[in-house]
Structures are given as C-alpha cells and as structure tokens.
C-alpha cells in the first residue's frame, strides 16, 4: 500500500492556474503509475492525466489536453498536476492515485491507492 495526500486545491478565477501536489509515503513510489482523476458535483469520477513510473509516458483526457500537464519526482516521492487557462467546468474534487503498474492507464479499476481529494474551484 502506498498513502497518498492531495495539496494545492484552492479557488481561482477563470483563465488562472493552479498546480495540485500528491505526496506518498510507504512502499516505492516509483514501482507506481500515477493518475488524476476528479469530480464535479453530481457526476461520476473520470480520468484526467497519467503518468508511468518513469515519467516518460503520459495521458490525457481530451478535456484538459493542451492545459493540463502531469509531472512526478521520484526522488521526492510526489506527482504534480499543473493546471493552466482553468475553466469553470473544471471545478471538482481531484484525487491522485497510484497503480502498481509501470505503464500509462486510464482504468479507474486498475487504481488500488487512492488519496483523499482537494477541491479545485474555478469562478467565472
């Protein structure tokens, strides 16, 4: 198991930026995939970005592409999400995961650690 904690939610103004922190803490981060995942309101979870253990490889979904950009530091255990030209249709509770994969996935269900969210909310 690996304990994941969210930082770096906050409210900002449409067009602004944000960049959210997952720290971990257990077994070794880097045997990890990484992922975003957030949720507004009323809806269901969905996928935002990953990254394999490496860091080389990334995804995307198609809503943030091109804005959003996934990062991770595995000499200092923690995964970043850089968010620019924020909108309000991305205003959610994101949540960092880890996956005892070493490649990219998008699968909620392959996801086995999970953090506690930070609220991300965007003003128009």
């Known amino acids: 198991q690996v304990q994941l904690v969210e930082s770096g939610g906050g409210l900002v103004q449409a067009g602004g930026s944000l960049r959210l922190s997952c720290a971990a803490s257990g077994r070794t981060f880097s045997n990890y995939a990484m992922g975003w995942f957030r949720q507004a309101p009323g809806k269901e979870r969905e996928f935002v970005a990953a990254i394999s253990w490496t860091g080389y490889s990334t995804y995307y979904a198609d809503s943030v592409k091109g804005r959003f950009t996934i990062s991770r530091d595995n000499a200092k255990n923690t995964v970043y999400l850089q968010m620019n030209t924020l909108k309000p249709e991305d205003t959610a509770v994101y949540y960092c995961?880890?996956?005892?994969?070493?490649?990219?996935?998008?699968?909620?269900?392959?996801?086995?650690?999970w953090g506690q969210g930070t609220q991300v909310t965007v003003s128009s």
């Open positions: 995961a880890a996956a005892q994969l070493k490649v990219v996935t998008t699968a909620q269900r392959r996801y086995d650690n």
